[in-house]
């Protein structure tokens, strides 16, 4: 029998009753407000931050529901990826009991949440061409596998994982299926090919989960604000076990203005996305560079020739780039973020004196 959704937690979180704040309890706007024990006069600064901020910052929801084709019931909002990414694990994991499966190479939360959770993590790398290995993903999940965790586009690979490949896990494991889509914006192939994010998919898979972040593309990493989109039924459990107040009111206040400049996101997107093409034919032309992989996301992934010299001689120059030539299946290799105009000129020009 397929689960239902409250099977896809544990017992206990299932069961939990939230903390109710007081501005739970009463949700005006208009009154006297002697419930929260705040301070009614002002903030120390003279800022206005004297007061509690919606515990489920409903405004935003709103605002983000349009822009991503969704319900503002299918909305996570979090204090970065991070915290989605933590809470999706402590939901549904047991404790020394339960586990996840990753896909090595890819971003290093998911085993972190993991270990800090004391939760196993099952590997199954991807292939060599940094595809799912849909056939051992499967065979490798046991009875106590909660979640399936896939980057798309990948970190630090770059690239985005087949969609087929993704479509057959979702369809093929009773648990959740948490796909990141942390690059999304910068994925060329879905506007000419009307390839889509999974989010349009919420309605059809009951164990979907999809990550975004604003730490990238709208450029606002230090507000930690992310985004995770499922069924209102997983939404309602994530909200239940957050810290009440897990996104500060300057924080809702700035990510409610930005969200007024999509244009302005686009445009930066734009940019990027033509400085990676110029940063990938200047790469292949430089004789310590061995290969320069396709990239779905605002950095690319390099393997050297030298890669601990390169790396020696950028840090020299005061360049910095991520080194991840001691990751398995990224040997040899760097992640190199996308920068602007000049930042990109400065790198082509200290591997070119190598
Ligand atoms: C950068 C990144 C995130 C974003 O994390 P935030 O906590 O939202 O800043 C999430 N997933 C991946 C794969 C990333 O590379």
């Known amino acids: 029998m397929k689960k239902q959704i409250q099977d896809f937690f544990l017992p206990h979180i299932v069961a939990l009753t939230p903390y109710s704040s007081a501005r739970d309890e009463y949700t005006g706007t208009e009154g006297i407000f002697l419930d929260a024990n705040e301070n009614p006069y002002s903030s120390a600064n003279g800022k206005d931050l004297n007061r509690y901020p919606d515990p489920y910052q409903a405004a935003i929801k709103q605002k983000i529901a349009p822009i991503k084709g969704v319900q503002p019931s299918q909305i996570f909002l979090g204090n970065g990826s991070d915290e989605p990414i933590d809470l999706l694990i402590r939901a549904t994991c047991q404790s ?5 499966l990753i896909m090595p190479p890819t971003y290093g939360m998911y085993q972190v949440s993991a270990d800090i959770n004391n939760v196993s993590v099952i590997k199954v790398p991807l292939t060599t061409d940094y595809q799912i290995d849909t056939k051992n993903v499967l065979a490798n999940i046991q009875s106590n596998t909660k979640i ?8 630090p690979t770059g690239n985005l994982l087949k969609h087929e490949a993704i479509i057959e896990i979702l369809e093929n494991f009773d648990g959740l299926v948490v796909i990141d889509e942390a690059y999304i914006d910068f994925v060329i192939q879905p506007r000419r090919e009307n390839y889509y994010s999974f989010v349009q998919l919420l309605k059809k898979y009951q164990n979907l989960v999809v990550l975004q972040t604003f730490s990238k593309a709208w450029g606002l990493a230090s507000l930690r604000t992310g985004m995770a989109f499922a069924n209102e039924g997983i939404i309602k459990i994530l909200s239940k076990i957050k810290s009440p107040y897990n996104i500060s009111g300057p924080a809702q206040q700035l990510l409610f203005e930005a969200l007024d400049h999509e244009k302005e996101k686009n445009e930066m997107v734009e940019t990027i996305l033509t400085e990676r093409a110029r940063l990938v034919l200047e790469l292949k032309n430089i004789s310590t560079v061995e290969h320069v992989y396709p990239s779905d996301t605002n950095f690319l992934f390099v393997k050297m020739k030298n890669a601990a010299a390169a790396m020696r001689h950028l840090i020299e120059q005061k360049i910095i780039v991520r080194d991840r030539s001691n990751v398995k299946l990224c040997e040899g290799c760097c992640r190199i ?18």
């Open 96 to 100: 020394g009991q339960d586990s996840i």
């Open 337 to 354: 973020t996308v920068g602007t105009e000049d930042e990109n000129n400065a790198l082509i020009e200290a591997l070119q004196q190598l």
């Open 148 to 155: 399936v965790w896939v980057c798309s586009p990948n970190n």
